[in-house]
Nanobody, 131 residues
Framework: QAQLTESGGGLVQTGASLNLSCEVS????????LGWFRQAPGRARAFVAA???????????RYADDMKGRTTISRDNAKNTVHLQIESVKPEDTAVYYC?????????????????????WGPGTQVTVSS
């Protein structure tokens, strides 16, 4: 049974770094595209970042325009985990953060920013940035 579990959420101070992890229990982890989305209060869920499958150490990555420069997505194929780091967080980063996985044989990298690309989702973890 596929399962994704996010961790690392909670209360974070403005200006601090946020580090989230997601443990992915899906067969064929190394062949999955992995992504992070977030949903702020009263807003639709939005793409944050994605990392593709490929031969380490180089992986394809993609970031939402407003997250570039302070966001890093990474994966550890040995531990079946994907990480998201956001530096210098702001109150606007307050949201529920979700990790997601897509089977690379079916998913298009061009559509990696779209929710419909993904096959599996975690329940989400709340992140609140205090001002």
């Amino acid at each position: 049974q596929a399962q994704l579990t996010e961790s690392g959420g909670g209360l974070v101070q403005t200006g601090a770094s946020l580090n989230l992890s997601c443990e992915v229990s899906v067969y064929g982890f190394s062949s999955l595209h992995l992504g992070w989305f977030r949903q702020a209060p009263g807003r639709a869920r939005a793409f944050v970042a994605a990392i593709g499958w490929s031969t380490p150490p180089t992986f394809l990555t993609r970031y939402a325009d407003d997250m570039k420069g302070r966001t890093t997505i990474s994966r550890d194929n040995a531990k079946n985990t994907v990480h998201l780091q956001i530096e210098s967080v702001k109150p606007e980063d307050t949201a529920v953060y979700y990790c997601a996985a897509a089977k690379s044989r079916r998913a298009s990298w061009q559509g990696i920013h779209q929710e419909s690309t993904y096959d599996y989702w975690g329940p989400g973890t709340q992140v609140t940035v205090s001002s």
